[in-house]
């Protein structure tokens, strides 16, 4: 018979420092994105405003950097745009949760995640905001390798080019890592953002080929949206947004966290 203090003992049970990550298959990310355009395909209205909004707030950044900036901060809203993109994706890893659980996707839902998660996403951001600041100042930093010269080729850009690439690349790297998914699982469980980023971590170092292809999906989807002056992104960013969703949900056992009570809404039909 069960007693009221083995009961207590039980809810006193202290939870994992990191929750365990399944090993995936480097083909993984292609089904996260089949995945992620079968939600977009049920939900369009809802994904596609999303992706509009962002691209507006992307837009308006771009104005400010073109107006006020320099070479060395256009590199930092390119890199940016890989850090600061995780917190936005939020609502689209809500909408795909609501899909999930076989409810139409309603926006309020994500305001009231957003408000429940705000001390959690607010220490991420941060972390995110310090890690944005240091590359923006490292990237004004490299400038030290522009030619001097008037009349420059791109030989003479070479070195400047590399090293701006290599320095970007190890933030992104760090960033990406920290960031694949902690920010779903922040949403999703009742976990704090300690935790959470340390289970991405984990879970990313136990599948590098796998994160690898994923990293490069993602790269790919950034670069065609600056190719097509950021209207691409009103597509591409709910696309890795539902998709980095699918991932979490494909990797990581979190179970042993509590969920979070659903708000139910009317079946989507």
């Known amino acids: 018979m069960t007693t009221q203090n ?3 003992k039980e809810e006193e049970t202290p939870l994992p420092l990191v929750a365990p990550a399944r090993k995936l298959t480097p083909s993984a990310p292609l089904r996260w994105l089949q995945a992620a355009i079968a939600d977009m395909r049920r939900a369009p209205g809802t994904s596609l405003a999303y992706g509009f909004a962002m691209v507006a707030l992307s837009g308006l950044i771009a104005l400010f950097t073109w107006k006020f900036g320099t070479l060395g901060l256009y590199l930092s809203l390119a890199t940016g745009f890989l850090f600061i993109g995780p917190v936005l994706a939020i609502g ?3 909408f795909s949760c609501q899909l999930e659980s076989g409810q139409k996707p309603i926006f309020g839902y994500c305001l009231r995640e957003g408000g429940r998660h705000m001390k959690d996403l607010l ?3 941060m972390i995110l905001l310090v890690v944005f600041l240091v590359w923006a100042r490292a990237a004004t930093m490299v400038h030290i390798f522009f030619p001097i010269e008037s009349d420059y080729s791109l030989g003479d850009l070479a070195m400047f080019l590399g090293i701006g690439s290599a320095v970007g690349t190890i933030f992104a790297a760090v960033v990406f890592t920290a ?3 902690s920010l779903p699982m922040i949403m999703d469980r ?7 980023v340390i289970t991405s971590v984990n879970a990313v170092l136990r599948n590098k080929v796998t994160m690898l292809v994923w990293a490069l999906c993602i790269f790919v989807c950034v670069a065609l949206g600056f190719a097509t002056a950021l209207l691409g992104f009103a597509v591409l960013l709910p696309l890795i947004g539902h998709a980095t969703w699918h991932a979490y949900r494909d990797t990581i056992d979190a179970s042993a966290w509590p969920e979070y009570d659903k708000l139910h809404t009317a079946p989507d039909s």
């Open 6 to 8: 083995d009961n207590h």
């Open 179 to 181: 960031s694949a998914f």
């Open 123 to 125: 220490i991420f951001a």
């Open 92 to 94: 689209l890893y809500s």
């Open 190 to 196: 009742k976990v704090d953002a300690i935790t959470a």
